[in-house]
């Protein structure tokens, strides 16, 4: 079994921004969130993702680096692996295949044993993200249904994300995604910041990500987008 594959929350810290005064590392990793991601869309450097991996590596929580580019890769025994994404709904194809291959054309560290992908379906427009990638997110759910089936079942993918940066999700979309799938993982982020929201999607997709929460309320928030997750998996009954 994968190692997300039980996981209902994970918070996605930004290197490129700050965490709440007088808050740390520590504080986020103790927050019950089962992993911490690291990555962001725009002002990622190999130097910002090093401090984060570091710090957040001397925790026993997973730690996990999303690079958005080939310069914020970072090579640590801190961390426990890259999660890579590939946009599906991407207008330019540099995010499908073409940044990937050029990080695999300069790296000739890559460990592929600690490498995966995640198939991302970009659905808010406004958000940096979907100008970054171009992405078409014009999408009903019957389309974003037809993404994950796609991720899964032709290109293999074991993650889809569904990402609203930005903005709460529209639920049924996410459900729509949630009902298609059979083994891949849901993941789903964007505009989760609080208990309600956090259980709300927590009842569509397997796993929560919360990002910007962290760096604009702090560690007492994202401990309530925790507990939500936690009890909507907890009234979902098995196999749904």
Same mark, same amino acid.
């Given at each position: 079994?994968?190692?997300?594959?039980?996981?209902?929350?994970?918070?996605?810290?930004?290197?490129?921004?700050?965490?709440?005064?007088?808050?740390?590392? $520590? +504080?986020?990793?103790?927050?019950?969130? +089962?992993?911490?991601?690291?990555?962001? /869309? /725009?002002?990622?450097?190999? $130097?910002?993702?090093?401090?984060?991996?570091?710090?957040?590596?001397?925790?026993?929580?997973?730690?996990?680096?999303?690079?958005?580019?080939?310069?914020?890769?970072?090579?640590?025994?801190?961390?426990?692996?890259?999660?890579?994404?590939?946009?599906?709904?991407?207008?330019?194809?540099?995010?499908?295949?073409?940044?990937?291959?050029?990080?695999?054309?300069?790296?000739?560290?890559?460990?592929?044993?600690?490498?995966?992908?995640?198939?991302?379906?970009?659905?808010?427009?406004?958000?940096?993200?979907?100008?970054?990638?171009?992405?078409?997110?014009?999408?009903?759910?019957?389309?974003?249904?037809?993404?994950?089936?796609?991720?899964?079942?032709?290109?293999?993918?074991?993650?889809?994300?569904?990402?609203?940066?930005?903005?709460?999700?529209?639920?049924?979309?996410?459900?729509?995604?949630?009902?298609?799938?059979?083994?891949? /993982?849901?993941?789903?982020?964007?505009?989760?910041?609080?208990?309600?929201?956090?259980?709300?999607?927590?009842?569509?997709?397997?796993?929560?990500?919360?990002?910007?929460?962290?760096?604009?309320?702090?560690?007492?928030?994202?401990?309530?987008?925790?507990?939500?997750?936690?009890?909507?998996?907890?009234? /979902?009954?098995?196999?749904?």
């Amino acid at each position: 079994m994968s190692t997300w594959a039980d996981w209902d929350h994970i918070v996605k810290i930004d290197p490129d921004k700050s965490l709440v005064a007088g808050e740390t590392f $520590e +504080d986020v990793a103790a927050t019950g969130t +089962d992993a911490i991601e690291i990555g962001g /869309t /725009t002002g990622m450097t190999e $130097e910002k993702m090093a401090r984060v991996v570091e710090a957040c590596g001397a925790h026993d929580i997973p730690v996990y680096i999303e690079p958005s580019n080939p310069a914020s890769v970072v090579h640590s025994n801190r961390h426990d692996g890259y999660l890579i994404p590939v946009v599906m709904n991407a207008g330019d194809v540099t995010w499908i295949t073409g940044a990937h291959k050029e990080w695999i054309r300069i790296d000739d560290d890559i460990d592929w044993s600690r490498t995966f992908t995640e198939a991302y379906i970009v659905m808010n427009p406004e958000a940096a993200v979907a100008s970054y990638t171009q992405a078409n997110c014009d999408l009903d759910a019957d389309e974003v249904a037809a993404y994950a089936e796609a991720a899964e079942h032709l290109l293999g993918q074991e993650i889809v994300y569904v990402e609203y940066s930005g903005m709460l999700g529209d639920p049924e979309k996410v459900a729509a995604a949630d009902e298609i799938l059979d083994d891949a /993982t849901l993941f789903y982020g964007g505009g989760i910041h609080d208990y309600d929201s956090a259980r709300q999607m927590a009842t569509h997709a397997d796993t929560i990500v919360v990002g910007d929460l962290v760096h604009d309320e702090g560690v007492d928030a994202v401990r309530e987008t925790v507990e939500g997750a936690r009890d909507a998996t907890a009234a /979902t009954p098995p196999g749904e």
